[in-house]
């Protein structure tokens, strides 16, 4: 739950230069919990770099002591803001105050050239991204559309009950509303699912302690019967409209003599300039995308007066009517996903990855998971060993050859100085850097640390390599590049081992960024020896939750049982990651003879010949995670895809468990999974499929067919694979019965844990 509302934009017009905006909006009377608001700070940070400007919006009737937290205390408030330099503050930091009309004045900082410019887009982005994360704006499928009240058809509708859903961003949105409550008497909102709008109105009022004559709030049922409404609106009244692609429904109103022009006032607005302008004091935001001025904004849509004209309705897609007060259509549409050696499914970087990093002997795994360098409370669900690969870089040909050309390539004659970042392996490549470069260069190798910017003389000129082993999300080579602006001629450089990504988008943003300089002919070089696209979850990997899972599974079962032993053994692999530097071949549940899965020949998405005995566990994970990230970061649209919204569910068909019969596989997929993809209750071909499926390595769970039992039942325990209940039962039944001891108590376990 967010206490907050913090967001981040680039801002294009406020000056002559964009800038990027992080903003942090604050409604409570009080911060109670100065250790809250940091988290969230930080929870924000750990996903977004450092901004040009950072500003703060508070409430005049904040409490003095919460005030502090922003002035005196700022360096406490926003210690895990990453890259921040002694003077970010002073020169980045803005604090507004808004009064009981909604009027911002400047409390603290230097604000930009265009004020006015400033603040409108700070609300105008805001209200987007509010509208746009929580699901603003409903798609339908291939398979059907809408039609709305207005008989108009259309593939997209505007749902604000969808946005009104943190009470922060409720708060924001409602703040902009405070000027049109002055003599209110009626609130007319033209559905019941804005209503939260007007009332959160009233609470700023109260918190301002404005005496006031509170409105009565009246809603309508659905906007069908507000279109249909006839009567004329009392004149001391306001009337909220949740939406409107089109501005007719204020022209309606005042031609047919209901309202005046002043009175109406509607919350998002999405359509064409002209009826932008015509209606611009009736519009508190205009999502419409504008290339120049407002590119993050929502792309316009088309609408068909009626069917006749409608091209979806010729397309064959089916026209579902949108009635009632929170506009529910249809059950979702499922589709069921079987994964194939096509481009669209994996990736082609992913077979080549794994082969070059195969090269070495089975000591020097590089592929591994569950581990992270520099954080002992977290770890990457996928990790690279980049301290094994440069202390044994001569068994990985690939790897070096491409390394030693780009060290000769990219390494300019005039380097004087090596950035690393505070990681072994970043130390590592620096010192192999340093050696493959002729002598006479000879750069003095620095640690990325809080004294970083006393090694530097201003004036100084040159270059400078920043080396990273590897990198996912490349705060810490924003922090370098925010750090060294003070120094303008020496030249940067970045040089990363492995860059890992989640996807191209993020990449092309990322290095956008990093390459940035005053001019194109600034532009700083990035060179990566390797790229590869992969998940960047590190906190709630499988085996961080299979460690919660069996923690209260040993504390509630008996300490003599052999479930007890079994699950005590395979904690222990678990919290003992660290110590050999991740996980390789423990990272399933042991066969029910005791031994490790493992890949046996013909593995479809590798395309070299590889011995079946020196396959990883961890390769096989990769290759399998490689597969469902790439089809998570999909177009929704796309097919296939893993990406859900409420109308679309993509699901892992249960037929890939039939066409990858090795339990290793099996277990991969599980894994790496969210529940969202293993969701077979949602579909009762899917359900039966997968029930039936179950059922028959239940029966065989002393064969190959059946060794991968435990780890579905782990599925089953950690609820990310899903059936109907009434199937659930029998399942779990039918496991109990099973011969093996382990077997049969797990499944007593999980009837007891699920079922109760």
């Given at each position: 739950m967010k206490n907050y509302f913090i967001f981040k934009y680039e801002d294009l017009t406020s000056s002559d230069e964009k800038m990027k905006v992080t903003v942090i909006f604050i409604h409570q009377q009080s911060i109670y919990s100065k250790n809250t608001l940091s988290q969230e700070i930080n929870k924000f940070f750990q996903k977004n770099s450092i901004t040009d400007k950072l500003v703060v919006i508070l409430p005049e009737y904040l409490d003095n002591d919460s005030i502090k937290l922003f002035i005196e205390e700022r360096n406490d408030t926003f210690v895990r803001i990453p890259g921040r330099s002694k003077d970010y503050f002073e020169e980045n930091l803005i604090i507004y105050s808004y009064d009981v009309t909604g009027k911002l004045s400047i409390k603290e900082g230097l604000e930009?050239?265009?004020?006015?410019?400033?603040?409108?887009?700070?609300?105008?982005?805001?209200?987007?991204?509010?509208?746009?994360?929580?699901?603003?704006?409903?798609?339908?499928?291939?398979?059907?559309?809408?039609?709305?009240?207005?008989?108009?058809?259309?593939?997209?509708?505007?749902?604000?009950?969808?946005?009104?859903?943190?009470?922060?961003?409720?708060?924001?949105?409602?703040?902009?509303?405070?000027?049109?409550?002055?003599?209110?008497?009626?609130?007319?909102?033209?559905?019941?699912?804005?209503?939260?709008?007007?009332?959160?109105?009233?609470?700023?009022?109260?918190?301002?302690?404005?005496?006031?004559?509170?409105?009565?709030?009246?809603?309508?049922?659905?906007?069908?019967?507000?279109?249909?409404?006839?009567?004329?609106?009392?004149?001391?009244?306001?009337?909220?409209?949740?939406?409107?692609?089109?501005?007719?429904?204020?022209?309606?109103?005042?031609?047919?003599?209901?309202?005046?022009?002043?009175?109406?006032?509607?919350?998002?607005?999405?359509?064409?300039?002209?009826?932008?302008?015509?209606?611009?004091?009736?519009?508190?935001?205009?999502?419409?995308?504008?290339?120049k001025e407002f590119p993050q904004g929502e792309e316009m849509f088309e609408t068909a007066e009626n069917s006749s004209v409608c091209k979806l309705c010729k397309n064959n897609s089916r026209p579902v009517n949108i009635r009632g007060d929170v506009f529910l259509t249809v059950q979702p549409k499922v589709y069921k996903h079987l994964l194939n050696i096509k481009a669209e499914c994996i990736p082609l970087t992913v077979s080549p990855f794994v082969r070059d990093f195969r090269d070495g002997s089975k000591e020097h795994v590089i592929i591994k998971t569950f581990y992270k360098d520099t954080d002992p409370n977290s770890n990457y669900e996928i990790y690279f060993d980049f301290i094994n690969l440069i202390d044994n870089i001569t068994e990985y040909n690939s790897y070096k050859s491409s390394l030693d050309r780009l060290i000769d390539k990219h390494i300019p004659a005039n380097t004087k100085y090596i950035i690393?970042?505070?990681?072994?392996?970043?130390?590592?490549?620096?010192?192999?850097?340093?050696?493959?470069?002729?002598?006479?260069?000879?750069?003095?190798?620095?640690?990325?640390?809080?004294?970083?910017?006393?090694?530097?003389?201003?004036?100084?000129?040159?270059?400078?390599?920043?080396?990273?082993?590897?990198?996912?999300?490349?705060?810490?080579?924003?922090?370098?590049?925010?750090?060294?602006?003070?120094?303008?001629?020496?030249?940067?450089?970045?040089?990363?081992?492995?860059?890992?990504?989640?996807?191209?988008?993020?990449?092309?943003?990322?290095?956008?960024?990093?390459?940035?300089?005053?001019?194109?002919?600034?532009?700083?070089?990035?060179?990566?020896?390797?790229?590869?696209?992969?998940?960047?979850?590190?906190?709630r990997s499988s085996w961080a939750l299979e460690i919660n899972f069996i923690e209260e599974l040993l504390g509630d079962i008996d300490d003599d049982s052999l479930l007890f032993e079994f699950f005590n053994k395979r904690i222990d692999v678990l919290r003992n990651n660290k110590s050999s530097r991740g996980l390789t071949n423990n990272l399933f549940l042991e066969k029910f003879d005791g031994s490790e899965l493992f890949l046996r020949k013909s593995f479809a998405f590798w395309k070299f010949i590889y011995d079946e005995r020196e396959v990883n566990q961890s390769e096989v994970y990769f290759t399998i995670s490689s597969i469902i990230n790439n089809l998570e970061n999909r177009d929704i649209n796309s097919h296939p895809s893993l990406k859900q919204t409420n109308y679309v569910r993509n699901l892992l068909s249960p037929r890939n468990f039939h066409r990858f019969n090795d339990g290793i596989i099996q277990s991969c997929l599980l894994r790496c999974s969210k529940p969202d993809y293993l969701s077979y209750d949602l579909d009762d071909e899917a359900n039966l499929q997968m029930k039936e499926f179950l059922s028959s390595i239940i029966s065989k769970y002393d064969t190959e067919d059946g060794e991968a039992l435990l780890e579905f039942l782990l599925a089953i325990g950690l609820k990310k694979l899903k059936l109907k209940k009434v199937d659930l039962d029998i399942i779990l039944l039918e496991a109990q019965k099973c011969g093996d001891t382990i077997i049969s108590e797990f499944s007593t376990y999980l009837i007891k844990y699920l079922l109760s």
């Open positions: 930009p050239e265009n004020r006015n410019r400033f603040v409108n887009n700070i609300f105008r982005n805001g209200n987007a991204i509010i509208f746009k994360e929580n699901g603003g704006i409903v798609e339908s499928t291939p398979d059907h559309h809408f039609v709305f009240p207005s008989n108009k058809h259309c593939s997209k509708f505007l749902r604000t009950g969808n946005v009104l859903i943190n009470q922060a961003e409720v708060f924001f949105l409602s703040l902009q509303l405070l000027k049109y409550f002055d003599d209110i008497k009626f609130v007319y909102c033209d559905t019941s699912s804005i209503n939260t709008l007007p009332y959160a109105v009233l609470e700023l009022k109260r918190r301002f302690h404005s005496e006031f004559s509170t409105p009565a709030i009246f809603s309508f049922k659905s906007y069908e019967l507000f279109e249909s409404y006839q009567e004329k609106f009392p004149p001391n009244s306001l009337i909220l409209i949740s939406s409107s692609t089109s501005g007719n429904i204020v022209d309606r109103l005042i031609e047919d003599q209901r309202a005046e022009k002043e009175q109406i006032k509607v919350l998002f607005f999405l359509g064409k300039e002209k009826n932008y302008l015509d209606k611009k004091e009736n519009i508190i935001c205009n999502l419409t995308k504008d290339d690393y970042l505070p990681d072994d392996g970043s130390l590592k490549l620096s010192n192999y850097l340093k050696k493959q470069i002729p002598s006479s260069i000879d750069p003095k190798i620095i640690k990325l640390d809080r004294d970083l910017l006393s090694h530097f003389k201003n004036g100084e000129t040159g270059s400078v390599m920043v080396v990273a082993s590897c990198i996912i999300t490349g705060k810490k080579l924003l922090q370098v590049s925010r750090l060294m602006r003070k120094f303008e001629k020496l030249n940067l450089i970045y040089f990363v081992g492995i860059f890992r990504p989640i996807n191209d988008s993020f990449a092309n943003d990322l290095i956008n960024d990093l390459k940035k300089g005053k001019g194109k002919s600034d532009e700083r070089p990035f060179i990566a020896v390797e790229n590869i696209n992969t998940t960047i979850t590190q906190q």
